[in-house]
């Protein structure tokens, strides 16, 4: 069994333990060396191997915010990888019930990656528990409930982007005060992972709160997380983990087996159930963060803390891109998110009026202008009311026609009929193409033609009125003779007898249709 552990086998719970993101007042100002001129530390948080955390004051806005630095040279390259995807989600999740990002920056002058986050003003929940085991007291269960419904709605974000959070414990569950009460956040995602497939195989986190399929090296999904929160709503109530053992052997044993002892009695039956529900030991029994949030007895408790209950959905948060380390670590800011600072702007803005009180003037007055100049790019139809654009139609119309009459051109405008129909104006004989002239020929003999007509046609060429004649001729020896014109023919005379014959069905009807028989006698048709 491949369990990598984030802490020792034998840890003496009572002792103090430095977390991860904590707010302790108190502490001289100093600047934090290594160029970052932007914060000043006002407190170490902790220190661990390859990191620190610093409560630090942002110059710009006056913020309290935590800054965890991290000593990328001495890491391993998966190490590498896990800080930032840490940052990668810390940037991609954006919920009341996560510690939120703020910024990150690689500080090429003490060659570590600095990732700035909210700072909870009440510390982490171990340090809570750590107290009242001194003062020999116990949470308030009002605040236990919060704790519960809190990180079960933060849970369910990260679940709903198929995120793994994958180290619940109570040192990485950080409280915040608010005007309705205490908050709990989630934080340390430095071992959490996306589950593309659904499941995870990786065997990790800290052996108290691990979950039986980690500890069976089976595959997992988010409910390994909710057995998580089990064991630490379990701590928040007893003080302490609810499975222990002198060695790892033993702890396996407790974990598969599930039995624990009962929570203190003053304690209500109900969050003891609550609790029972999470750690059970076979998943499917196990309610997920969603199914948890609507019990009746949690949306009762949620009612009377004051604690809104979260619809799953991942449509507020988009899930960033993954973060590759660079060859060189000095060009890493350029691949990390962009900061998110709720009040950058307005404070930068804030300081450059006051460092330039005659620059609000003068964008004004370049304002003023542009607008003018754009005034004058625009068509006044984009300005102007459907009455004004009618008459600015009509005299747009009366101002061409005056121009074609200044040049003496010919109209193009179509003039109606009294059917309704457009026709073109039309053209002198003597103006008109030659095609479209022989298509204005008269389609009469001379003996037939009106008087008008025939002195037209006789003032044409002698060899195009032959050739019109013999057209004439030709096609009236067809109609004698029972030929037809053949359909879709191109000739630019028609006869009147030829129209009104009705041609058998079948020749016009369509594609499909069936042809006539060919005979050899056409005198028989």
């Not at 369990?3 to 904590?22: K, L, N, Q």
């Not at 002198?428 to 020929?441: N, S, T, Y």
Request: proline letters at 6%.
């Amino acid at each position: 069994m491949a369990v990598v552990m984030t802490e020792p086998a034998i840890v003496d719970h009572g002792a103090a333990r430095v977390p991860d993101v904590a707010v302790v007042g108190g502490g001289d100002s100093t600047n934090i060396a290594g160029g970052m001129t932007d914060f000043k530390e006002i407190k170490m948080l902790g220190e661990g191997a390859f990191s620190c955390v610093y409560k630090v004051q942002r110059l710009a806005d006056k913020g309290i915010y935590a800054l965890k630095k991290v000593k990328l040279p001495s890491l391993s390259d998966k190490e590498k990888e896990n800080a930032l995807n840490e940052i990668r989600l810390l940037a991609s999740v954006h919920h009341e019930n996560v510690i939120s990002y703020k910024d990150a920056f690689f500080d090429d002058s003490t060659r570590c990656l600095c990732i700035i986050t909210e700072c909870a003003d009440s510390g982490d929940l171990l340090h809570h528990i750590n107290t009242a085991q001194k003062k020999r007291t116990h949470l308030k269960e009002a605040d236990i409930w919060r704790y519960v419904i809190g990180l079960s709605n933060g849970l369910q974000a990260l679940h709903a982007m198929r995120i793994l959070h994958r180290d619940m414990k109570s040192a990485n569950v950080f409280i915040s005060s608010s005007k309705s009460g205490l908050v709990a956040k989630l934080g340390d995602f430095n071992v959490s992972t996306v589950a593309k497939r659904g499941l995870c195989m990786t065997q990790t986190g800290t052996p108290y709160y691990a979950s039986p399929e980690v500890w069976r090296d089976m595959p997992y999904d988010g409910k390994s997380d909710m057995w998580s929160l089990g064991c630490v709503v379990y701590e928040a109530c007893a003080l302490k983990p609810p499975f222990r053992s002198k060695d790892m052997e033993g702890l396996y044993r407790r974990v598969l087996r599930g039995e624990y002892q009962r929570i203190p009695e003053h304690f209500s039956n109900e969050l003891s159930d609550v609790i029972g529900a999470m750690l059970q030991v076979n998943p499917r029994y196990r309610p997920s963060a969603e199914q948890l949030l609507q019990l009746p007895v949690v949306q009762r408790q949620a009612a009377e803390v004051g604690i809104s209950i979260a619809v799953a959905s991942s449509e507020s948060s988009t899930l960033l891109q993954t973060i590759k380390v660079p060859r060189k670590l000095a060009d890493l800011s350029a691949y990390l998110p962009d900061h998110q600072y709720t009040d950058l702007d307005e404070a930068v803005a804030e300081v450059a009026t006051k460092l330039n009180p005659d620059r609000r003037e003068t964008k004004r007055d370049d304002a003023t202008q542009d607008g003018a100049k754009g005034s004058k790019r625009r068509s006044p139809k984009t300005l102007a009311s459907p009455k004004d654009s009618a008459v600015s139609k009509a005299d747009d119309a009366e101002q061409e026609s005056v121009c074609n009459d200044s040049h003496k051109k010919p109209s193009k405008k179509l003039h109606r009929q009294d059917d309704g129909k457009l026709k073109l104006p039309a053209l002198p004989l003597e103006r008109m193409p030659a095609a479209q002239a022989q298509q204005k020929l008269p389609a009469l003999p001379m003996e037939r033609m009106p008087a008008a007509q025939v002195q037209q046609a006789q003032k044409m060429p002698a060899p195009e009125q032959a050739k019109a004649d013999k057209d004439c001729q030709n096609r009236e020896r067809g109609a004698k003779a029972g030929q037809r014109r053949r359909p879709g023919s191109r000739s630019s005379l028609s006869l009147p007898a030829i129209r009104k014959r009705r041609e058998p069905e079948g020749v016009h009807g369509g594609g499909h249709a069936r042809l006539p028989r060919i005979v050899s006698n056409p005198g028989r048709l």
